[in-house]
């Protein structure tokens, strides 16, 4: 038998996988039993003459037709939407609510209910690409040589979670509940919910009719964070020009200290002008700089492992939602398709702000390490530490690191590798080097926030 070309033969991996699906949803466990009998019976009872076993498969398929006529009609009177929770994390089990509201005039009842995530498609050409940059070997020979499982795994991971079947209790006329639906985010990112199908069973027990709705809704999944201690860095309050509006790149503004009488010369928009009113005479606002901690989350983006980029993402999302002291500011700064320079702490945004940015962070770009090196040149006199998670320890990574260190600057430098072989941290001079395994990120993690 010819051997099918390799793209004629994923064409038909989507067949079916949405074969599958159909089979999944629209059977019940019953009726999956008597398509199995009718199959085998089917194959067994190719001869006619020889034997009888293609009646049993007429007698499956009868049923199976009879069970799929005995739902058409069903047009049930439901307003149906989701109640989701601000944010989920990968990895992490949640509950949210689908409310279904029945508007007919008769009991729902032996409802099953099943939502649905968009997955995004896939051609060929990004198949081989993701398939070649994992190097995870996945079932025997032959489903390596052919691809389906690997297909299988990639849109899985697409679709960013697994959704069962709920079961929902009898909608009374009038009536409202919420059914729980537990989900699991597979990765980090945006999870698109597409529509959400309620199943009823036909009177055998065999075919489940179907009421889709069409209900769009978006369910941000944040990096996975491991538990650590206090992330100590070197307290060292630095001179900011500006203060924190200019810390957060929105103005030349200062921070109010006082009033003072008018001077020649003095800024217009400075006149306390409710004084002025009360007064007559004209009073300005006098403002101080600051003087606080600032510390840089350098964050290397330049990756090409998808596990590595992952733990890339969650040793920097783990740093980001730490504790820190309160007059601290950690300045998240990004390689990727530009240097991109993210402000929190002290009125510049919460760690959410910084987490929702970390969970669409992709990999590559055009800026390089030393666009990165420049900015932080630029900043080495506010700065009081710089923490570089690296994706791995190339010269070039290790040479930005020398190079902050020679700015005086305090460096501890997280380097990332996919081999589970154990190194011991090691320190020198005003550079800390820590070895952190993608196996082991809790573990290594917890050393390095003791020994740091």
Not at 18 to 37: K, N
Not at 142 to 161: K, S, T
Not at 411 to 438: K, Y
Request: glycine share 10%; net charge positive.
């Amino acid at each position: 038998m010819p051997r099918l070309p390799p793209k004629l033969l994923y064409r038909l991996f989507p067949l079916a996988g949405r074969a599958s699906f159909w089979v999944e949803r629209r059977l019940t466990p019953a009726g999956r039993m008597v398509f199995a009998l009718g199959v085998g019976a089917l194959l067994f009872g190719v001869d006619m003459r020889q034997t009888l076993a293609y009646q049993v498969a007429a007698l499956a398929l009868a049923a199976l037709v009879a069970a799929r006529l005995a739902g058409v009609g069903w047009r049930p009177r439901l307003t149906i939407s989701r109640v989701l929770p601000d944010f989920a994390t990968r990895g992490t089990s949640l509950v949210y609510f689908v409310e279904i509201a029945n508007h007919g005039q008769r009991v729902e009842r032996d409802l099953v209910l099943g939502d649905s995530l968009l997955t995004p498609a896939l051609d060929y050409a990004a198949f081989q690409r993701r398939r070649a940059g994992d190097g995870r070997r996945r079932g025997n020979i032959v489903d390596r040589a052919i691809g389906f499982p690997r297909w299988v795994a990639l849109r899985r991971h697409d679709r960013g979670a697994d959704l069962g079947l709920v079961e929902v209790p009898a909608i009374a006329p009038g009536a409202r509940l919420r059914v729980p639906v537990e989900l699991t985010p597979l990765r980090r990112g945006a999870l698109r919910f597409e529509a959400i199908e309620l199943y009823r069973p036909d009177p055998l027990g065999l075919y489940r009719s179907r009421h889709r709705v069409v209900v769009a809704d978006t369910l941000l999944a944040l990096p996975r964070r491991h538990p650590m201690p206090v992330f100590h860095l070197r307290s060292e309050r630095h001179y900011q020009r500006g203060g924190i509006s200019l810390a957060h790149a929105v103005g030349d503004s200062q921070e109010f200290a006082a009033l003072r009488d008018y001077r020649p010369g003095d800024p217009r928009r400075h006149i306390h002008w409710r004084s002025f009113a009360r007064t007559g005479q004209l009073v300005v606002k006098e403002y101080q700089d600051e003087y606080f901690d600032r510390h840089a989350l350098v964050i290397d983006t330049h990756v090409a492992s998808g596990p590595l980029l992952e733990g890339v993402v969650e040793v920097a999302a783990s740093i980001a939602a730490g504790r820190r002291g309160q007059d601290s500011i950690l300045d998240l700064l990004f390689a990727g398709r530009e240097v991109i320079e993210l402000g929190t702490g002290r009125g510049l945004g919460d760690e959410i702000r910084a987490l929702a940015y970390l969970a669409e962070v992709d990999a590559g770009g055009e800026a390089t390490l030393d666009d990165l090196a420049a900015l932080l040149d630029e900043r080495a006199g506010q700065l009081a530490s710089v923490v570089c998670v690296l994706a791995g320890s190339e010269p070039a990574r290790r040479a930005l690191v020398t190079r902050l260190a020679a700015l005086g600057i305090a460096v501890v430098s997280l380097e990332l590798t996919l081999d589970d072989s154990t190194q011991a941290p090691r320190a020198h001079g005003a550079e800390r080097h820590f070895t952190i395994r993608v196996g082991h990120l809790g573990e290594d993690l917890a050393r390095v926030s003791t020994t740091a």
